[in-house]
Each structure stands twice: as structure tokens, then as C-alpha cells.
């Protein structure tokens, strides 16, 4: 299994990195990879999974954290991890979540994720 996700420099110039299953068949990078780029996604953005994203100009114009979406997101990849839990940010001007993942391997995976 395959995905692309971005890298980000320090002046704000990306590139596009390749994450792939790991040696062991274990695609947990893959799905959290993919995880990230959904709560990325705006609604309806995608031309494949119309049911995937957040509605991030209603969550900026309105101020309210679209945590009902997260969660439906959260409920469709918590198959593929042993643990999976996606919280919002406290104190922060724009949304923003902290993803904690607990690989079938028992690897804890962390992310911090702008939305």
C-alpha cells in the first residue's frame, strides 16, 4: 500500500514524500498518513470520497471546531490502528487537533495537525 504525503521546509517550499507499507507489512504510516490529508481536506474537496474532509471555511467563519466530522473520521480509521484518539487543541486561534495512534505492534504514533 502506498500514499503520498507533503513535507514541509522551514521557508514553506514542499515536497512530496512516498509512505509506503514498512518491512514488516505493517501499514500503520500509511493510514496515518492518510488520516492527516482528510482532516486536511475540506468537504467535498475530493474527487474520489465526496464523504471525506472537514468544512473548514464554516469552521473559521462560525469559530466552532467541526468535531462531529473528526469524529466520524476518527470512527472510519480506528479499525486500522490497536488505539486511536483525536482531540482538539486548547488555547489556539485556528483549529487544530493532537492525534495519538497505538500501532497493532504497539508503537505509539503522535501527530499535531492544523486543520
Same mark, same amino acid.
Given at each position: ?45 475530493? %474527487? @474520489?470520497? =465526496?464523504?471525506?474532509? $472537514?468544512?473548514?471555511? *464554516?469552521? /473559521?467563519?462560525?469559530?466552532? &471546531?467541526?468535531?462531529?466530522? #473528526? ?7 480506528? %479499525? @486500522?490502528? =490497536?488505539?486511536?484518539? $483525536?482531540?482538539?487543541? *486548547?488555547? /489556539?486561534?485556528?483549529?487544530? &487537533?493532537?492525534?495519538?495512534? #497505538? ?13
Amino acid at each position: 500500500m502506498r500514499v503520498w504525503g507533503r513535507i514541509y521546509a522551514a521557508d514553506g517550499t514542499y515536497t512530496w514524500q512516498e509512505v509506503e507499507t514498512d518491512a514488516n507489512g505493517y501499514n500503520d504510516n500509511v493510514y496515518l498518513t492518510a488520516l492527516v490529508q482528510v482532516l486536511k481536506l475540506n468537504l467535498g474537496e475530493s %474527487p @474520489f470520497y =465526496a464523504d471525506q474532509g $472537514i468544512p473548514a471555511y *464554516q469552521t /473559521v467563519i462560525t469559530q466552532v &471546531y467541526p468535531d462531529y466530522y #473528526v469524529m466520524q473520521i476518527q470512527a472510519q480509521y480506528a %479499525p @486500522f490502528f =490497536a488505539s486511536l484518539i $483525536i482531540v482538539p487543541q *486548547q488555547n /489556539v486561534t485556528s483549529p487544530a &487537533y493532537n492525534i495519538q495512534a #497505538v500501532t497493532h505492534s504497539g508503537a505509539i504514533l503522535e501527530a499535531q495537525v492544523p486543520v
